[in-house]
């Protein structure tokens, strides 16, 4: 093989997976695709297939692994084509691969998130219900197996940028980090008057006032759920403790996070909202190159303004606070109720506000056990899938 650097996309089809292919084709002398995965939309990776010509295709979905294999024959391309979690494993640790942009969403990405750290990879995290459900394990398996973590997420990816190299082994208070400020826009329903958010539709929850994303975490950040997560995922990316995390509402996405020192002085990553600036910042890190993305005009900018959240208004930011308060696997419950409530609204089988009554409902119901193993977290997660579709579908718990 060439000098290039191999790449594997988990999720190449989604928002963040589209993305990184657009990122990685500004610079074919540097990377090079040997993988790419998807759930079971034939269509999208065949066509991705053609134009990137990896060596390994994944379909996490047995059938449709059969499609696209026949598909790549007919059209006399050499792609091998693996199926289910096993195949989206093994690709993750192909020996011929130095970085996993890990672009799966929810907790499906877990186990080959985790085998791309065990096979000691550059991981590109974007994939943060895999760290939200498994902490500690996911840290210690990057640690152990001597893999590079970059954080994808746009608020991580600036913390990252306004912390020291040594943050990662002194701590963040040697350092003499203070506090992380995770910004969010509020999403589409900052304003909206409170008695309406119970009729709101998916296709409102869906349309972002900056960022155009998946429709999970564009739902999650209507709730602002995304946030709750990203309080958990930057917990454990940064060890920082409850109280050194706060969020603050920034309507306009131009600044990205911030880090307080103690010395008073506080560093913000700002850029354009678009996801193509921490990836390529994550695919070239320490250097730099170039992403596609508009540079900020800053004569164009007319404000920026900062509020604190309203927990009444978003609920689940609330529930995530405590999961994390909670420890253990409270988060990995946190996560598969709120996974399954989100999807349950975006099939319109409940009201928006329904969410955060059915991840407070399932947090009561199933007690959080300490980490112990990867099963612990697993059994935490189908058992909270359980409580939650209850809720929804057979009326048990608060729905009459
Ligand atoms: P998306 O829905 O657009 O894409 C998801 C990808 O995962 C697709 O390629 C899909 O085929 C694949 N997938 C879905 N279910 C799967 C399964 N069961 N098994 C295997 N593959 C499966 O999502 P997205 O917006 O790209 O988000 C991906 C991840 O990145 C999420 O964890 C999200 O929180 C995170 N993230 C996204 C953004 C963004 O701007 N989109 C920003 C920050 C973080
Ligand atoms: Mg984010």
Known sequence: MSGRIGVTILGSTGSIGVSTLDVLQRHPDRFQVVALTAHRDVEALF????????????????DAAGTLRDRLQSAGRPVEVL??????????????????MAAIVGAAGLLPTLAAAKAGKRVLLAN?????????????????????????????????????????????DVVGVRRILLTGSGGPFRVTPLEQLSKV??????????????????????????????????????????????????PQSVIHSMVEYQDGSVLAQLGNPDMR???????????????????LDFTQMAKLEFQAPDFARFPSLKLAFSALEAGGTAPAILNA????????????????????????????????????????????????????????????????
């Open 83 to 100: 199926a289910g979690v096993t195949g989206l494993e093994q690709v993750a640790a192909l020996p011929e691969v130095s970085y996993v």
């Open 47 to 62: 066509q991705q297939c053609l134009s990137h010509e990896p060596a390994y295709a994944v379909m996490a979905d047995a």
């Open 201 to 250: 539709t998916p296709e409102q929850a869906c349309a972002h006032p900056n960022w155009r994303m998946g429709r999970k975490i564009s739902v999650d950040s209507a709730t602002m759920m995304n946030k709750g997560l990203e309080v958990i995922e930057a917990h454990w990316l940064f060890g920082a403790s409850l109280e050194q995390i706060d969020v603050v509402v920034h």
């Open 337 to 400: 109720a709120n996974e399954i409530a989100v999807q349950a609204f975006l099939d319109q089988k409940m009201g928006f506000t329904d969410i955060a009554a059915v991840v407070q409902y399932t947090l009561e119901q199933v007690n959080p056990l300490a980490i112990t193993s990867l099963a612990v977290i697993l059994d935490a997660d189908a058992q909270a899938r359980m409580i939650a579709s209850d809720w929804i579908f057979a009326g048990v718990g608060g729905r009459s």
């Open 128 to 172: 943060k219900e895999a760290l939200v459900m498994a902490g500690p394990l996911f840290m210690a398996a990057v640690r152990e197996h001597g893999a590079e973590l970059l954080p994808i997420d746009s608020e991580h990816n600036a913390i990252f940028q306004c912390l020291p190299p040594t943050f990662a082994t002194e701590g963040l």
């Open 277 to 295: 600036t921490p990836i390529a910042h994550a695919l070239a890190w320490p250097r730099r190159v170039a992403s596609g993305v508009a540079l």
